[in-house]
């Protein structure tokens, strides 16, 4: 089974802190994800990586940046963590064919509070 | 923009089968369907992927018809555990399409 793993379950920073989560997948994934999940906003993807040192703007990335320096891991940045960015932080990898990507697996979530 | 929607919740109760349907009219020649399952505070976990007919693995069934503008994940008996928040995917890289999500209470 692919295993997405994000280093922390729970974090608590403060206002203005600079915010590191990692996410690593063991399956040679080309494409990694990093969503937010909201109660009444579903998922919204903030980046997401097609391939090493590639990065694309998804549909929230304003107060967000990303580095993926090794295909299995891709990290998030929050530069200066505002209370607003309270949320679960989801990262997904799959695999893409033929144009289609496919096998999308989650990992188990961060669930970040700034105070 | 695409629109994926599914019902917002259904109930059922132990031993039933649970038939919960998504419908993506805009979904591209190239989509796969995905079913996720959600429990709170956790990351959606892989439940099933077709991409036309019928798919069956040792959890559940997805029935995709013909024109594949929707998908029904089956659940044949499904136990309390199986309280969850259940969404279908479909898309690919920046245009993949969550759907609305559906809250399923199983009782006894």
């Known amino acids: 089974d692919v295993k997405v793993t994000q280093s922390s379950r729970y974090l608590v920073k403060r206002t203005g802190e600079k915010v590191f989560l990692e996410c690593v997948q063991d399956m040679d994934h080309e494409n990694m994800f990093w969503y937010r999940q909201d109660p009444g906003l579903g998922l919204r993807l903030i980046y997401f990586s097609y391939d090493v040192k590639m990065k694309e703007k998804g549909d929230i990335p304003e107060g967000y940046s990303v580095s993926r320096e090794k295909k299995e891991r891709f990290s998030l940045i929050l530069e200066s963590a505002s209370t607003n960015q309270t949320s679960m932080y989801l990262c997904?990898?799959?695999?893409?064919?033929?144009?289609?990507?496919?096998?999308?697996?989650f990992g188990s979530g961060t669930r970040l509070t700034v105070v | 923009l695409a629109k994926t929607t599914q019902p917002i919740s259904m109930d059922s109760y132990e031993g039933q089968e649970v038939n919960i349907t998504c419908s993506h009219n805009?979904?591209?020649?190239?989509?796969?369907i995905t079913w996720y399952q959600q429990f709170p505070s956790q990351g959606p976990r892989f439940i099933i992927q077709g991409y036309k007919t019928k798919v069956t693995n040792e959890v559940a069934s997805l029935f995709i018809p013909a024109d594949r503008k929707s998908s029904t994940l089956s659940l044949p008996r499904v136990s309390l555990s199986d309280t969850a928040v259940y969404y279908c995917l479909t898309g690919g890289g920046n245009k993949l399409t969550f759907g609305t999500g559906t809250q399923l209470k199983v009782e006894l």
């Open positions: 805009n979904i591209a020649t190239n989509d796969y």
């Open positions: 997904a990898s799959s695999l893409s064919q033929e144009g289609a990507i496919y096998g999308y697996t």
